[in-house]
């Protein structure tokens, strides 16, 4: 009873210090430590600082600083243009069609380089204002550039699935392999409304334009070749296990490079801007996470996975009532935190549940970071939301969260198809 009292406390501690907009990571060591103090003393300290420190010396880890830095080279190098305009050929001329290609721009997007922000914002500069001219309904052209805007974080190569395999200590190659199934599905989800909704709504989408000829949709090869061979370099080397994820990531920033040259949009400032990004982003994502494995050590020792883990399995009908608890609690704390933490945090304590449960971990592991899609739409803290709203600032957040609404529920849809077909996701997994 008194170690369930405490727990309490540490996370009640936590959420406050995340209410007085305390940094994330930072409220983690803040956390951590003071109940190292509690509980050991002075010593406790090195023993937090131990082990946030063995965190980001996990090999693993190098992969996310290589994938920011891939995507960030692509931001700079043209290549969102590219894919819009080689889509825009492609997708022919169905009613909807530029939702759609606003959808497949975040899967290609995604599975080049795993950067929601870069996919959303990229996707609200180019694609959002031809909607708009072209007469589409304002919340459809939102929604679908959401919809398909978080894509990168399940289609592979996923950063926050290279997160989960680290913490959670499964193969993030396996996971990667569960990533392709579901974003697939999710976007054949988003796909299916956008055409159905078109179709019910005709008076506000307009009809599709003309057939184009066959040599303008044979051009759209070379606009979308440099994507395809970076996809396939980056995840054939991984299926096919030639590579690591982490080489997998060098390889695919040394591809992004020579895109670049090939194509004459290398330049020491692109280059210069794209570390500093990589930097920005890679220190932000290691505080968290070193604070996040601070946490959890204290967490761990003092007993706290134990209880949670007593509490899930003494439920009745537990392997069915512990999976939609831990579903409902995944979606609510994606209301208040961020993903990343998110991971950190319930990741370990889940991960080892589910599979006591009889559920295959890679299976749990991509339901998991699949109904974290649903935290990048959900206010307050649904930072996709935010990233449209940065991108065209005229667009008021009200209006956002309006059309986030049906993508919300289509990609929750989707979590449940993974939980009633499981074998969906087992067949991609292997």
């Known amino acids: 009873m008194v170690n369930t009292v405490i727990i309490f406390l540490m996370f009640a501690l936590l959420i406050a210090f995340i209410l007085m907009n305390v940094p994330v990571a930072f409220a983690f060591y803040f956390t951590a430590i003071l109940f190292a103090l509690m509980f050991w003393g002075w010593q406790g300290i090195f023993t937090v600082l131990g082990a946030a420190w063995s965190m980001m010396m996990n090999w693993v880890m190098v992969a996310v600083p290589l994938f920011v830095f891939m995507a960030a080279l692509l931001e700079k190098g043209g290549v969102a243009e590219d894919i819009f305009v080689g889509l825009s050929k ?179 400032k692109g280059m210069k801007e794209s570390l500093i990004t990589t930097l920005k982003i890679t220190a932000l994502v290691g505080w968290t996470i070193s604070g996040g494995r601070a946490f959890s050590m204290v967490f761990d020792v003092i007993g706290g996975r134990t209880i949670v883990e007593q509490i899930l399995l003494s439920l009745p009908a537990a392997r069915i009532t512990a999976l939609a608890l831990s579903l409902v609690l995944l979606f609510v704390l994606g209301m208040l935190v961020d993903n990343i933490s998110i991971i950190v945090i319930m990741g370990p304590i889940l991960g080892p549940i589910m599979v006591k449960l009889g559920y295959n971990p890679y299976w749990w592991g991509v339901v998991f970071c699949s109904m974290l899609q649903t935290a990048f739409l959900t206010p307050p803290v649904g930072f996709g939301l935010y990233f449209f709203k940065g991108a065209v600032p005229k667009v008021s957040m009200e209006d956002i969260i309006k059309a986030s609404i049906p993508f919300t529920i289509l990609t929750a849809l989707a979590v449940v198809l993974l939980i009633l077909f499981p074998q969906y996701l087992t067949w991609f997994i292997g």
Not at 144 to 170: D, F, K, R, T, W
């Open 90 to 268: 492609l997708v022919g001329t169905v009613r909807g069609s530029l939702a759609i290609v606003a959808v497949l721009f975040g899967y290609i997007f995604g599975a080049m380089s795993g950067a929601i922000a870069g996919s959303i914002a990229a996707a609200a500069l180019l694609i959002y204002p031809s909607m708009i001219k072209q007469g589409y309904d304002k919340y459809l052209s939102i929604g679908a550039i959401l919809g398909g805007g978080i894509l990168p974080q399940i289609v592979p190569p996923s950063i926050i699935m290279i997160i989960y395999g680290s913490e959670v200590g499964v193969s993030v190659a396996k996971l990667f392999r569960g990533g392709l199934g579901a974003g697939t599905l999710m976007a054949l989800l988003y796909a299916t409304y956008i055409l159905i909704w078109s179709n019910r709504h005709k008076d506000r989408v307009p009809v599709a334009g003309r057939g184009m000829p066959l040599r303008e949709k044979l051009s759209a090869i070379k606009d979308l070749t440099p994507p395809l061979v970076i996809i396939i370099g980056v995840l054939g080397s991984i299926f096919l296990g030639l590579a690591t994820p982490t080489e997998a990531a060098g390889v695919g920033a040394f591809l992004s490079f020579l895109f670049l040259v090939a194509r004459r949009r290398f330049s020491l």
